[in-house]
């Protein structure tokens, strides 16, 4: 593989992830204005995500037969031109029913992307110890870190949200050509074949992994869809203030995602996830004890850098423990990871109408305990051959 054309298909995944991460932290910090506008309560709010979640599935699974057929880098590129679609027809909302339909089309152009940006890293570096999947992760937090405050001080300013979705689409269309054409990069080849997918689901730890997984990522979707709206809400707060809290949660995660990428190599992925569990369990608990926006904000930066590397140092672990394809295994974890997030948003919006918003957030030191006590065991499992 050209080296010119392998840097430039990671740099434009990593950009690709960036935008994603922005299309995808629009709505958490334009909520409180959507939810006014269109009538939403807080449950309808956090099923939003939930909704979307069965097309995802559906895509993920789908996404590897898509990735065979036509190559990554077609998919990926498909992908980003499917969530552009579905934010530009999320404007013309008019009711929660209309809104919940249109996440459809957002949920699968990113399951998509969720589901082949990942893999394609391993594809083109496929000796990776685990630096090289957290750099490419830390564009997330940085794509939220950016646009949160952008989008803030835009919305703060009067700016309709319809526009700012637009504009999020506009810079997602233009990531798309920034990719090689799939016919210059050749990438290795996935086993798509149904016999290789079950010998996959019938290992053990590969369940352990994915729920592992999900519960990382519902702790991180925990902080990132409620934050802003639980600072606009609770504190009395503009929008801007609400972006503060949502980009010093995006701070921590880049920060310890980019750390993460120097230091995975020299003490180990299995290390470094049990150590930011047990960190993410201790500090998360921390929340209740927060009484003052500026002690909130320093709180949500530590633990975003508690929890920054779970998602991709699990992912990245599993694919160094599983002798199965990388691509379907990242594929089948994302289909852990994703309804993890969902599912976290929905269950603290139920939580929310009913006791307060600021009781929702138990969610998140649970989901962290739950995966410690699945990385535990696998700590078991793994000194055994386990199917």
């Known amino acids: 593989m050209e080296t010119k054309l392998r840097d430039r298909t990671y740099r434009a995944s990593c950009a690709s992830l960036g935008i994603y991460s922005a299309s995808v932290i629009a709505l958490p910090i334009c909520l409180v204005a959507i939810s006014k506008e269109l009538g939403f309560s807080l449950t309808q709010s ?27 880098i ?30 459809l089309v957002i949920g699968a152009g ?13 594809d083109l570096y496929p000796k990776d110890d685990g630096s090289k999947m957290n750099l490419l992760h830390a564009f997330w937090p940085v794509g939220t870190l950016v646009s949160v405050l952008l989008l803030g001080q835009l919305l703060t300013m009067g700016v309709s949200w319809r526009y700012l979705f637009t504009g999020i689409a506009v810079v997602m269309l233009l990531v798309m050509f920034w990719f090689p054409s799939s016919r210059k990069i050749r990438l290795p080849a996935n086993r798509t074949d149904f016999s290789h997918m079950g010998e996959i689901l019938s290992l ?11 519960f990382a990522g519902g ?39 980019f750390s993460s990428s120097r230091i995975a190599g020299k003490i180990g992925l299995r290390r470094l996830i049990i150590i930011s569990l047990l960190c993410g369990v201790l ?15 320093a709180f949500l930066a530590v633990i ?14 599993a694919g160094s423990q599983l002798a199965v394809d990388p691509t379907i295994l990242m594929i089948f974890l994302s289909c852990f990871g994703l309804p993890g997030f969902n599912s976290a948003t929905f269950i ?30 696998d700590r078991k499992l793994g000194k055994k051959t386990v199917r």
Not at 80 to 86: E, F, M, S
Not at 235 to 240: C, H, S, Y
Not at 283 to 297: A, E, H, K
């Open 46 to 72: 956090g099923a939003l995500g939930l909704f979307a979640s069965v097309v995802q599935f559906v895509m993920l699974i789908s996404s590897s037969f898509f990735a065979a057929r036509f190559g990554k």
């Open 219 to 257: 702790a991180e979707g925990a902080f990132t869809f409620w934050s802003a709206s639980y600072i606009q809400l609770s504190f009395d707060q503009l929008p801007r203030a609400g972006a503060f809290g949502t980009a010093a949660f995006a701070l921590g995660m880049a920060i310890g995602r």
């Open 74 to 103: 077609r998919v990926i590129r498909g992908g980003l031109v499917v969530l552009a679609a579905g934010l530009v027809l999320f404007i013309l909302s008019k009711s929660w029913i209309h809104a919940a339909l249109l996440m």
């Open 304 to 317: 975003g850098l508690c929890i920054a590397t779970l998602w991709p140092s699990i992912q990245s672990y």
């Open 110 to 122: 990113s399951a998509l992307l969720d589901a082949l940006l990942t893999p394609i890293v391993e």
């Open 348 to 377: 603290m919006g139920v939580i929310g109408d009913r006791w307060g918003l600021r009781a929702s957030f138990i969610v998140a030191p649970v989901y962290i305990l739950f995966a410690l006590i699945l990385m535990l065991i």
């Open 204 to 214: 053990r730890r590969f369940w352990l992994f994915g729920s592992a997984l999900g």
């Open 283 to 297: 500090v998360s608990g921390g929340f209740f004890f927060v009484r003052n926006l500026f002690t909130l904000y």
